[in-house]
């Protein structure tokens, strides 16, 4: 897999309530989180320069299905896991997208997946994957990226590493 760099944008923790629930609280910031999906139970801790973060609940009126230790950084755009160093291994784990696609004003309008996947529901940018991206089979990584931001670039859009 290719590295992943996180760019803070939240789009993973948004809907994470769904899957990451609290099953216990233990007090000191420690709790018991179960994942519905994969029926296991970790063990976290707030991290002890995220109390005050962690403390602002404020995040759930705008987004009510977040993940429970999901917060914005106030006065910013930043995301934060607040116990980002006890994460569950699916946390661990996870790379929001390898390519991010970017339309002329700068706004998302799609996401290459790391399972060379399109995830947008922009009809043009979707035609586009569909009638020259998808047909290209290169079996390196590096290059297969390349020839991607190339297609995409020359069709207009700005994409992200």
Same mark, same amino acid.
């Given at each position: 897999m290719l590295p992943f760099e996180c760019f803070q944008c939240g789009e993973c923790c948004s809907y994470l309530g769904y899957v990451h629930v609290i099953k216990e609280e233990y007090g000191d910031y420690r709790f018991l989180v179960h994942n519905n999906y994969t029926n296991e139970d970790t063990p976290v801790t707030v991290d002890p320069d995220k109390l005050g973060l962690f403390d602002d609940k404020s995040i759930f009126t705008a987004l009510p299905d977040a993940c429970p230790f999901f917060r914005?950084?106030?006065?910013?755009?930043?995301?934060?896991?607040?116990?980002?160093?006890?994460?569950?291994?699916?946390? *661990?784990?996870?790379?929001?997208?390898?390519?991010? /696609? #970017?339309?002329?004003? +700068?706004?998302? @309008?799609?996401?290459i997946m790391n399972i060379r996947t399109l995830c947008s529901e922009n009809a043009l940018l979707t035609k586009i994957w569909e009638?020259?991206?998808?047909?290209?089979?290169?079996?390196?990584? *590096?290059?297969?990226?390349?020839?991607?931001?190339? /297609? #995409?670039?020359?069709? +207009?859009?700005? @994409?992200r590493r």
């Open positions: 914005f950084q106030p006065g910013t755009d930043k995301a934060w896991c607040t116990a980002h160093l006890t994460r569950p291994d699916i946390c *661990r784990d996870y790379g929001c997208w390898r390519l991010l /696609i #970017l339309d002329h004003k +700068g706004r998302r @309008v799609g996401r009638s020259c991206v998808e047909e290209h089979k290169e079996p390196d990584d *590096r290059k297969w990226e390349e020839t991607m931001t190339r /297609i #995409l670039r020359n069709a +207009g859009y700005t @994409v």
